[in-house]
C-alpha cells in the first residue's frame, strides 16, 4: 500500500489489470449491507462506520442518516421482499436488482424503528466471540449455571418478541404507505427473526 496505493488506484483505468481499488469515497461509512448470494431470501444488515465492504456483501449508503435508517428498514420489509421475489428470482441479490425496487420519495416519511431494531440485534451478536464488543459469556453472569441460563433464555426470547413486534411495525408501515396494506402480511414468523 506504498504511497496510500497509488499503483493499485492506478489500475482503474486498466481493463483486465486486478485488482482494483472502486468505491473509496465509501470506505469506512455506515450503510446496509446484504450477502449478493442467499438461499434463505434477502436480508440486509447494518453495518456500522468504520467497515468496508466488497462484491460478496454490496452496501447502501447515503449522506443521511434518516434515509439510511428508512432504507435499511424498507431493504428488510415485507413489501421489498415481495418485489424481490420478481426483481430477482434466483439466489443472486446484485446492486442493480435492489436499485430497482421501487421506492417512492413519500416513503422517505415513514417512521420506522429501525434504531431500536439494529438495538436489540447488535446486543444479540454482542453475545458471541466473533463480535468485537464481547464481554463475556452470559452464562457466567450468575452464581450458578441453571439461573444464568434462565435469565439468559428469558433475555433472548423478550428480545426476539420485541425484534419481531418491531419488525411487523415496519412491515405495516411500508405496506401502508406503498398502498399495498391488503396485498402485503405484515406478519414475521419468529423463525424469521
Known sequence: WKDDGAEIKSRLSWKKKKPTIRNSAYYFKPGFSWGTISSGGFSARYSPEGALFDNGGCTLFTDNINQLNIFGSYLNSAVASRYLEFLSPTLNFQPGDIGRLLFPSKALSIKTNTESCIAIAKRDWDLFERSWDFDSSPLLSEKSLTDAYYTFEKRCKTDSLALKELEEEN??????????????????????V
Open 171 to 192: 412491515n405495516s408501515a411500508f405496506a401502508k404507505g406503498f398502498g399495498l396494506y391488503e396485498q402485503i402480511d405484515s406478519k414475521v414468523s419468529i423463525e424469521k
